[in-house]
């Protein structure tokens, strides 16, 4: 007799989790795309857009895991997050942003969908 043993985020291999996660946001419906997501760039240092069509969809699923795990974060730490290094050709790479729109954009209807909260205190 195999032991069930309750299952949290934590247990999950990420990868599995989000890949998961994403498929289900994407089968809800209740996502709803902006009309610039096939054309805008994830982050300053980046020269073309993502290939995966779905791309929104699997950083809204990793947005959400990283606040089950580490509440309390916001736009500001999730550009950090997903910053990288810019390359500036012969000068040396330096640290860079990613975008803050996207962030905002996927908390904002992750909040609305009833997934995550606010905390009023800030």
Known sequence: MADSTAR???DVNPHEF???YSAHLKRSGKMELPEWVDIVKTARFKELPPYDPDWYY???????RKIYLRQGI???GFQKIYGGRQR???????????SGA??????QQLQKMGIIDVDPKG
């Open 8 to 10: 949290t985020v934590k």
């Open 88 to 98: 500036n050709g012969s000068r040396p790479p330096h640290f860079c942003k990613s």
């Open 18 to 20: 989000v890949k998961a």
């Open 102 to 107: 996207i962030s905002r954009n996927i908390l």
């Open 74 to 76: 916001g736009v500001g």
């Open 58 to 64: 699997t950083r809204a699923a990793s947005i959400a």
